[in-house]
């Protein structure tokens, strides 16, 4: 069964903003350590975004400054907003989780969505 769901990629011009999003099924009580991870053409999967202990966060040297993760526990959904995208941005991006889900907790990734910078 899927847990997570992304949405948001699109095609856009280098300097361009967008905001992903990711959405835990219903039958999903909690999420922890939310994440994005973003993997480039011929490149190995990275990770980007994190949070840690509930509110810190960290991000990789490539996209600090310009890529904010955030979270909203009410309706088990977080964020990736990304501002100034250049071409090497470009990726399909994935988000990740630990989900609750009756009495078990698990790893879980989205199905990834394409962010594309490109003039």
């Known amino acids: 069964q899927v847990q997570l769901v992304e949405s948001g990629g699109d095609l856009v011009q280098p300097g361009g903003s967008l905001t992903l999003s990711c959405t835990a099924s219903?039958?999903?009580?909690?999420?922890?350590?939310p994440a994005w991870y973003r993997q480039g053409p011929g490149k190995q999967r990275e990770e980007v975004a994190r949070v840690i202990d509930q509110t810190d966060t960290k991000y990789a040297d490539s996209v600090k400054g310009r890529f904010t993760i955030s979270r909203d526990n009410t309706k088990n959904q977080f964020y990736l907003q990304m501002n100034n995208l250049q071409p090497e941005d470009t990726a399909v991006y994935y988000c990740y989780a630990i989900v609750y889900e009756g009495q078990t907790y698990y790893p879980s990734w989205g199905q990834g969505t394409q962010v594309t910078v490109s003039s």
């Open positions: 219903e039958s999903i009580s909690e999420i922890y350590d």
